[in-house]
Each structure stands twice: as structure tokens, then as C-alpha cells.
């Protein structure tokens, strides 16, 4: 669970090979909290630092507020534990406490978003193909009843805001 060589992060806005704009994909505004929230509890399981683990506690209740912050922050450790379970190569994330960086999403976190996006819309074939490339080839059910959980408590989250 914290081997630091599972995920790393870019420097400072500096484009891969593969990154993208973040806005350029059409995420809705509860799939870039998750993509926030995401990116600031891979960095904590990265650097193991308390003060990144309260940040994203924060940030978990200022998206949630009352109506559930530690579902939904339990479920996307879920959703990053089965990422680091499924792949063998590291997991590249943009800081989301970084403004430039932030903008930018990486070819894993495209398709990490693409397959939640996906099962948000009952596109299910298509987030299975997300999901597999994400997960290396490796059998992604893990991954896909992780987002299932999560998507679930971000609709109960959202239906009390």
C-alpha cells in the first residue's frame, strides 16, 4: 500500500508525452472533485506525510460537507488501493495543490476518469475498455466494483447538497 514507486507525479506543469487538458474531456463537477480528491490521497500514500492525509480529509468534507465525506473518502482509497493492486507500473498523477499542474491529466488519470465517467452513464463496455488498459491487462473487476461504490456514495453525497 505505500510503496512510493506505485504512483509519481509531474513537475510542474511540465507535459508528457501523453498528458492532456483536464478540461478538455467533459468531466461533470462531482468527477473533478473525484479527480481532486484522487490526486491528493495519491500523494499522501506516496510521501506518507500527515499534513497531505488531513488535506485530503479537508477536502473530502468542504466537497461533501455533511452528507458523507468519509464514505466518499473511503471509497476512493478503494478505488486507488485496486489501481495499486491491478498495475505494475507506477500510476503518474498531476498535483492538484499546484495551479498549473492541476490542468494537466495523464494518460493513467485519463483513463481512470473515462472509466468512472463512463460507469456514471451506464456505458459499461466502455468503461470495462477503460478500465482494462488501466489496469495493464490485468482483469479490472477489483477496479470497476471500487468506482461502483464510490459512484454510489457520490450520488447519495450529492442528493442531500
Known sequence: MTNPSHSSHHSHAVPQDK??????????????RF??????????????????WATACRLAEV?????????????TID????????????FTYS???CKQCRKLLSQEERL???TLH?????????????????????????????MEMLDFALFESADHI
Open 19 to 32: 498528458d492532456s487538458l483536464v478540461k478538455d474531456h467533459g468531466f461533470d463537477v462531482v468527477e473533478l
Open 35 to 52: 479527480l481532486a480528491l484522487s490526486r491528493r490521497l495519491f500523494e499522501a500514500m506516496s510521501m506518507q506525510e500527515q499534513d497531505i
Open 63 to 75: 466537497q461533501h460537507g455533511a452528507n458523507g465525506p468519509e464514505r466518499v473518502l473511503s471509497y
Open 79 to 90: 478505488v486507488i488501493e485496486a489501481l495499486r493492486a491491478l498495475r505494475s507500473s507506477p
Open 95 to 97: 498535483r492538484d495543490g
Open 112 to 114: 481512470m476518469m473515462a
Open 118 to 146: 463512463d460507469l456514471r452513464r451506464g456505458k459499461r463496455s466502455r468503461a470495462y475498455g477503460h478500465a482494462m488498459l488501466l489496469c495493464e491487462g490485468r482483469d479490472p473487476v477489483r477496479l470497476l466494483v471500487a
